[in-house]
């Protein structure tokens, strides 16, 4: 046999050989497209067969985690859908930012997260039947899979109602761990942040403290704001932790003697000067974070985190490492914020002749994280047991979308709406361009819609919405403009109204009639009057939410 034929049969063999070969990638994709036809025609068990089939082919394939999961959790089989989702996170596709939409839980996310979703979902089913000590092991499961400070919030509620007072406690450490700034309180609020009637305590300690301010007693009026302010929800509330902020500015300002900072507070300046001393300059910041969220009153702690970003501006500046205008911004912020709590420090020309030299290297004057916030473009009422669209805003995410007004949001993501409150901490950690689902019931019609959020804009801080907008006049608060489709709009407000009383207060500035409006709640129908050519008008719009 010549050399050239033993060539030309090796070659075809390995042709013949390489036909017969199939890659595991291919077999896993196979018997993944198979077991979803079987799954879709109902044959249950010839699905879960095919999709073992594909996992055990190629283990790495996200899919087959993900499908398998999903059979499992229509089945009501939580925990092995859980145990595959979480397999899926694992696998290098999802840690290369692969994404998974899983019809079974209603979720668009990356795999990363599909098993905390998972586990949510479940604790809520259990929740829901008053199985609360199931809920609880579930709380655990999605805060292991995502250490998301709403299930520590979720698992003490839970445990609360299951009686487990000492696993209630353990969770309550867990809650100080991620927000520093009830720890000072926890002798005195306990469990107080897990309750049903957090809010009305809120309220109550608010009160107390707007009290005990006129009465001139500025340290117990900053205890009590104090109070409230730690029983706020840090990623969720950030809105009226503002507000609170400022009455706790104040009273601490008017205090003679000054109040002392909690020991707590104190450990993080320790350690924060440990870092700055070990060139840690990024640990120095968060640990001067966690002073500024214990103490907010505590100017030191806005200053020091305005020199480490304005350091970490200038490295940036001279290496190329690093977001140079990033830096220099948020500098310009904390020392901003330092300002405005100690305008009579010693140091303030020179704090704000730091604020012109930041500028000058590239920092704006912007609102932190907040151009990043996501932002639908809505704004909501509470209808029954639903939350129904009242308006749209034009060239939004929501109009782009397809939602209509008189839509009732079922779904959002993958979590059930049935309050305004409820959409709004749903909303309120998403981020501009995130991509989320809506289902609505559209005239007895369910209808998903896909939405990219658009940026949370300057004008719309607020969670509440009333739709006008002001300008002072000596001691008179006007209004210049009435928002199309707005509640003020609708209860009959027109501009050049004069403000007279909110609610039956008076309202003295412009500050204090927002300030009234955001401690009000979406539905509230309040009651306000104005002057309009000599005549006083009582009007009772109903406040929506802004999304």
């Not at 996200?62 to 059979?71: E, K, N, P």
């Not at 309220?203 to 900053?222: C, D, H, R, V």
């Not at 959409?423 to 998403?430: A, K, P, T």
Request: glycine share 8%; charged share 25%; aromatic share 12%.
């Amino acid at each position: 046999m010549s050399h050239y034929f033993k060539t030309l049969v090796l070659f075809l063999f390995i042709i013949m050989l390489t036909g017969c070969v199939v890659l595991p990638r291919d077999k896993a994709y196979k018997y993944y497209s198979q077991g979803t036809n079987e799954y879709g025609q109902g044959q249950k068990e010839a699905a879960l067969a095919s999709y073992q089939t594909a996992i055990d082919a190629d283990p790495t394939y996200v899919w087959s985690w993900i499908s398998r999961g999903t059979l499992y959790w229509d089945a009501g089989e939580y925990t092995k859908a859980y145990e595959d989702f979480l397999n899926a996170g694992k696998q290098p596709m999802a840690r290369d930012g692969l994404r998974a939409f899983t019809v079974g839980i209603n979720t668009f996310y990356r795999p990363t997260n599909v098993a905390s979703h998972a586990a949510h979902r479940a604790a809520l089913v259990f929740y829901d039947k008053g199985q609360y000590e199931e809920a609880d092991v579930w709380w655990q499961k999605a805060y292991s899979a995502y250490p998301w400070q709403e299930f520590i919030h979720r698992m003490g509620d839970s445990r609360i109602k299951a009686n487990k007072i000492s696993q209630a406690f353990e969770s309550l450490d867990q809650w100080i761990e991620h927000s520093p700034r009830y720890g000072p309180y926890k002798e005195s609020l306990g469990l107080s942040v897990f309750h049903d009637n957090r809010y009305d305590l809120v309220n109550t300690e608010e009160s107390a403290g707007a009290k005990a301010e006129g009465e001139g007693n500025f340290l117990l009026a900053f205890q009590h704001y104090g109070k409230a302010y730690a029983l706020l929800k840090p990623d969720y509330e950030e809105d009226r932790g503002k507000l609170l902020t400022d009455c706790l500015i104040r009273a601490y300002q008017k205090c003679s003697p000054k109040p002392k900072l909690f020991e707590s507070a104190r450990r993080y300046i320790v350690q924060a000067k440990v870092h700055v001393e070990a060139g840690r300059d990024a640990d120095a910041i968060t640990t001067y974070r966690k002073v500024s969220e214990i103490a907010p009153w505590y100017p030191a702690g806005f200053f020091n985190q305005a020199l480490l970003y304005g350091k970490l501006g200038s490295v940036a500046a001279e290496t190329g490492n690093g977001n140079k205008e990033e830096n220099f911004s948020k500098a310009i912020f904390w020392m901003k914020r330092y300002l405005e709590i100690a305008p009579d420090a010693a140091n303030v020309r020179t704090a704000q002749d730091r604020i012109y030299e930041w500028e000058a290297q590239g920092g704006r004057d912007a609102e932190d994280a907040q151009s990043s916030k996501g932002w639908v473009g809505a704004q909501c009422i509470q209808d029954a047991g639903a939350v129904k669209i009242d308006a749209l805003i034009v060239n939004t995410g929501a109009e782009r979308s397809g939602l209509q007004v008189g839509d009732r949001i079922i779904f959002f993501g993958n979590e059930k709406i049935e309050t305004l409150d409820g959409l709004y901490q749903i909303i309120y950690n998403r981020k501009k361009g995130d991509l989320v689902s809506i289902v609505v019931d559209r005239d007895g019609k369910q209808h998903t819609l896909w939405m990219i959020l658009d940026s949370y804009p300057a004008e719309t801080k607020v969670k509440v919405w009333l739709g006008v907008a002001l300008y002072q006049a000596g001691t008179r608060t006007i209004i210049d403009r009435v928002e199309s489709r707005s509640p003020a709009y609708k209860a009959g407000f027109k501009v050049g109204d004069v403000l007279l009383t909110f609610d039956g207060q008076p309202i003295t500035s412009t500050q204090d009639f927002v300030k009234k409006v955001q401690y009000s709640n979406a539905g509230d129908k309040v009651s306000i009057t104005v002057e309009r050519y000599g005549e006083e008008h009582t009007l009772t719009p109903v406040l929506v939410l802004s999304i």
